[in-house]
Every structure is written in C-alpha cells, then in structure tokens.
C-alpha cells in the first residue's frame, strides 16, 4: 500500500511538474536512460538466443519446433510478468525432421555434406543406394516421356553444376579481369542452357520432380547454392514418395562431374521424417496494458517462423529477440505505458505473411487504434534505413521520435519520406495494405542474402550481439515514444507515382487474405 501511495503520489507530482516542458523532459530522459542502461548492462539477448536458436532450433511452420518456441515464449514473457498467449489462426500441414544421411559409396566412399529438404518424404527406415544420373538433355516434353521410365531406381541431379564454388567478391579480388569476365559469360549461358533443358522435359523446376518422382525415381537430387562459401539456400521438396535432399556444392559438383565422366556414382540415402497430418498454427502475442489509452495500440512485428536448414538465426531469430528483449526492458522500465504495447510474433511468414494478414483480419478493433507499427525482419544489423512507406506525414513523428534516440545510434541511420508503401517483405505490408502506419527497421546487410537468409548457415554464430543491442534500444526508445504521444499519428497517405508504363497511378497495396490451411498442393 505504501508502494502504492508512493507511485501515485508520485505520478501526481510528476503531472503537475508536466505543466512545465521542462520536468517533462526530465521525466523522458529517467526513463529512456533506465531502457539504455538495462539494454546494456542487462542483456537477456544470448541466454534467448541460446534457448530458442540452439535448443530449440528453427521454427519450420507445421514443426513440434515452432509450437516449442510458441510456448517457449509464452513462459518468457510470463516469467517477466507480462501477459501472453498463443492464439491460433490456422492449420498447416505437420512434419518433423529426422535424420539425413547421404554418403557416395562408388567409385569411392565419401560422406557427402547434404540435408533433406522441408517436408521430404523419409526412406522408412532403409537406406536406398542407388546410381545417381543427371536430367537429360531431351528434345521435347515427348522425347522426355519416352526417357522418363530411365528415370526408376536413379537419383536424379536436377540442378546445374555451378563453374565455380567461389563466390564473385572472390574472384573480384584475385582472378584477372579476362578470367572473371570469362567466368560470368560461361555462366550466364551455362544457366541459360540448364533453363533450357528443364523447360524441355516440359515441367518446372517445382513439377519436374514430382514427375520424377511418379517414375519411380529413387529420389531427388539438387543443389541451391546460395552464392557464398559452403552455403545453401533449404526450402521444401516436392515429391511425395522418395526424398529430396540438397547437397553442397563441392559434393554435388563431384557427383556431377562423376556422372558426367562416366564413372556410375552411387550413393546411399537414409533419411527420417514424421508427417503430423494438419497442426495448428499461431501468432503468439504478448502486451502490456494500456494505463490511459490502453484501446490503442503500439506494435512491435516480427515472424517467428524460419525455414529450417539452419537454425533461423537472422531470420528472424534476432528480430524476435530483439522485440522480445524490448518487451522484457520495457515492462521493467515503463511498466504503465500510455497506450498498449502489443507484441506479435508471427507464423508462416515465410509462406505468405499468413499469420499476420491473419491477425489484420480478425482484429479490426485492434488494426483501426493502431499508433504505429515497427517490424523488423532483415538480419543482424544495425538499423540503417526507415522508410515513410508512403504516409504523407510519416516525417513527422517519426523523425520527431527519433530525437530521443542516442546520437551514436540515431546518426547512421537513413530516413525517406514519405517514401512508397511495400507490397511485400514482411509482415509491416500486411498492416500497410490496412492503411495502419507500418515501418520496417531496415538493418544493414552483413552478407544477409547470400550467407544467412533462408541458408544452411543461418545459426546463432552469425548474431552480431552489439548490433542486436543497439537495435533493442532503437525499437524500446521508438516504442516509448509512440506510447506517449500525445497525439495520435496520422493515416493520410501520400500520392503515389504513376507507373511508367501504363502511365496510371499506382495503387494502395490492397490486402490479401491469409492462407488458413497451408502445406498442400
Ligand atoms: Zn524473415
């Protein structure tokens, strides 16, 4: 009780003094100094990451995994005090990884760097040897059906052989012009041909193995490299009967060129897997209530879905930890928000932004009290760019908010206005095409394409922690900031460009529905 008068009293003071700019401020600068102080010297960052990026693990929409992390962040929040929960809004189709296990056994025995993909079918418990060929070069899609019985009993490489397993920045920096010019032209129409070869067979690199499949082909082969050392990009296979597995491209070059030389390469596949039938998804969501506007809402976005190669780390394993360690920071700092802050951490974002256009649509009371929301999905990085995404006045609390940001954070990072609204990326389009004011905090790169973003590689050693923490004091700052506005933010759009061609205004991004029962053909 004493505690109780105390913080009223204090509260009452602390309302009078604000009749005076002056205490105001120093009211700000209290609480903004606690966020930056426990951001820095308190950081849960790693103890999270080390939970959910290496216990764990990533977060394949449909997996035990991601109900894992579901739950796993309900407990965090309550553990902070915060209110939490997992509201459902879909069913996706279930599986669980198992073991992959790939080996060439002739003409020599290597183990062979490869994983199967999402949702491959196993080998149920057997390990299938079997010759490895590559996809012809046919004539037509009839020279192809009169081949495709060939195809029963082989693993098929589906892939082009890549010229070079070194990525360009290392060519640009030792190879001679002549030779790296060699190189990229090589390629380019070795890539053309390989095109060429599969729009022959008369299907698509998605139908082909399917076809592949419905021959009797042992299983899939290919390799998605993703234009770095060692690393490849993992997304989801699509037989049903024998599985898909994506090798490194040294292994897949030596199996290639084995293949190609005549040498009748076999390996031996064991995979495992556990189809689930349909799960249900969620969007866990977590808030903290609202002392004098709690009916409006402050958003922090970012999907907790990943794909499952690596363990998810950058995406969007930091902007998770980011959004939850703000959270964590803010109800220990600013436990008594003006407006409510709201967490959402999104499902299957990676196939459609699915739980976010979810939420958008079964909450209109929330999405119409919407302050501002603040999504981050791009990496590691430090914030580096903030776009207006198209609100005419955007420039206006934004940069006015940004004021209270440190100068070491706030003076490398790029702002537009009023900028032009996304119609995709992220979760943020999803409130966009919702007409809510919906920012992304764009961070820098740190090789985020080629090295992490959807790849092999994509683990917790490639978090660069000071980044993260400087990110967390940017989104605690910004969150505060929006949370004591004393005006509520403004919607008005701005006229967007005509496109070039047609030579008509380019439109509002229009909503799209969320896919509510996902994974099937
Ligand atoms: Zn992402």
């Known amino acids: 009780m004493r505690k109780y008068l105390l913080h009223f009293a204090s509260g009452l003071l602390l309302s009078f003094l604000c009749s005076s700019n002056i205490y105001c401020q120093s009211n700000d600068s209290i609480i903004l100094s606690n966020i930056i102080r426990e951001a820095s010297q308190s950081s849960q960052l790693k103890i999270n990451a080390h939970e959910l990026l290496d216990v764990i693990g990533p977060r394949l929409t449909g997996s035990p995994q991601m109900k894992k992390a579901n739950d796993w962040a309900v407990a965090k929040y309550a553990s902070w005090g ?52 590559i996809l012809p070069e046919v004539k037509d899609s009839m020279a192809f059906q009169q081949w495709l019985p060939n195809a029963k009993g082989k693993f098929i490489l589906v892939s082009m052989n890549q010229p070079t397993g070194r990525p360009d920045y290392n060519w640009q920096e030792f190879a001679t012009k002549n030779s790296f010019d060699k190189l990229k032209g090589e390629r380019a129409a070795q890539t053309d041909a390989w095109r060429e070869r599969i729009r022959k067979t008369g299907y698509t ?44 491209l040294e292994d897949y070059g030596l199996l290639y060129r084995l293949a190609e030389g005549g040498d009748r390469p076999k390996i031996s596949v064991y995979t495992e897997s556990r189809g689930l039938g349909f799960v249900p998804t969620f969007n866990t969501i977590a808030e903290i209530k609202g002392d004098e506007k709690p009916e409006e809402y402050v958003i922090l976005s970012a999907h907790f879905d990943s794909w499952d190669g690596g363990s998810g780390a950058t995406d969007n394993g930091t902007g998770t ?23 959402g951490h999104w499902g299957a974002e990676e196939q459609g932004l699915n739980g976010s256009r979810a939420f958008v649509e079964d909450h209109p009371e929330i999405v119409q009290k919407i302050q501002v929301v603040f999504n981050q999905d791009e990496g590691t990085g430090r914030v580096s760019t903030i776009s207006g995404m198209g609100f005419l006045n955007s420039y206006e609390y ?16 790029t702002t537009y206005f009023p900028g032009t609204p996304a119609t995709g990326g992220s979760d943020y389009a999803s409130f966009l095409a919702a007409g809510v004011p919906a920012f992304s905090l764009s961070s820098l790169g740190w090789s985020y394409g080629s090295y992490t973003w959807h790849t092999n590689r994509d683990t917790y050693d490639k978090i660069v922690f000071d980044d993260l923490q400087s990110n967390v004091i940017l989104t605690a700052i910004l969150a505060y900031m929006a949370s004591e506005d004393p005006s509520t933010t403004s919607r008005e759009k701005s006229i967007l460009p005509l496109n070039a061609q047609s030579g008509e205004r380019t439109p509002w991004p229009a909503p799209k529905k969320a896919n509510r029962k996902g994974g099937v053909d």
């Open 82 to 133: 915060i209110s939490a929960k997992n509201e459902k809004w879909g069913e996706w189709r279930g599986w669980e990884r198992g073991i992959s296990h790939i080996d060439l056994v002739s003409p020599r025995v290597r183990s062979l760097e490869g994983m199967q993909l999402a949702w491959s079918p196993a080998t149920q418990g057997k390990t299938i040897t079997a010759e490895v060929i």
């Open 205 to 248: 690199i998605r139908t082909l193995p399917r076809a592949l499949d419905s021959a009797g082909a042992a299983g899939i082969i290919s390799c998605n490299w993703s234009q770095g050392f060692g690393v490849n990009k993992i997304f989801n296979a699509f037989t049903v009967k024998g599985p898909s597995v994506d090798i490194s």
């Open 321 to 343: 930890l980011t959004m939850m360690e703000t959270m964590r920071i803010l109800k220990k700092m600013y436990p008594h928000p003006k407006r409510t802050i709201l967490v």
């Open 398 to 413: 934004l940069s006015r908010w940004l004021t209270k940001v440190p100068d070491s954070i706030k003076n490398t990072i």
